[in-house]
């Protein structure tokens, strides 16, 4: 963190931005996010979340262990949503924030339960990605029944 600041005032690094992450870095900083939304990162949290990155990037093995690794890190560095919604927000079409948002659901009731904070995190990331009430009840919905057909 000292370094960081001492970057702030550093004038060689001065004007320069730090680097966006990758949209799928940022959807998988997401996805930690809820996980760690109500203050607990359960082991079942932590799979679904390796288990989406497995089967939408097609991750396995080191790679995925390192970028779950560094969306952990990013997570915990954040300031706020906004460096992983606004890579999403313009990279993703609306399908896949459909998509990511399926994820995201199913990554808050991988313990079971939807706690406050998880839910109020969802609702957030949802109007940072211009995400429709609609949209983001179905999701809801369709992970809901997923997990009552697993029953």
Not at 9 to 22: I, L, R
Not at 79 to 98: A, I, M, Q
């Amino acid at each position: 963190m000292l370094t960081r600041i001492r970057q702030l005032f550093d004038p060689v690094g001065a004007g320069t931005a730090p680097e966006p992450p990758s949209p799928a870095l940022a959807a998988a900083a997401l996805l930690v996010e809820v996980a760690r939304a109500d203050y607990h990162v359960d082991d079942e949290e932590t799979r679904q979340i390796a288990g989406v990155m497995r089967d939408t990037l097609g991750l396995a093995g080191e790679e995925l262990e390192s970028l779950l690794e560094l969306a952990h890190e990013h997570s915990r560095e954040a300031v706020g949503l906004h460096p992983f919604t606004s890579v999403v927000h313009e990279r993703f079409g609306d399908g896949e924030k459909r998509e990511l948002f399926v994820c995201l659901w199913r990554v808050a009731f991988a313990d079971g339960r939807i706690d406050k904070y998880e839910e109020h995190l969802l609702r957030r990331i949802a109007d940072l990605l211009h995400v429709p009430h609609r949209d983001f009840i179905r999701t809801r919905l369709e992970v809901e029944r997923e997990i009552a057909a697993r029953g």
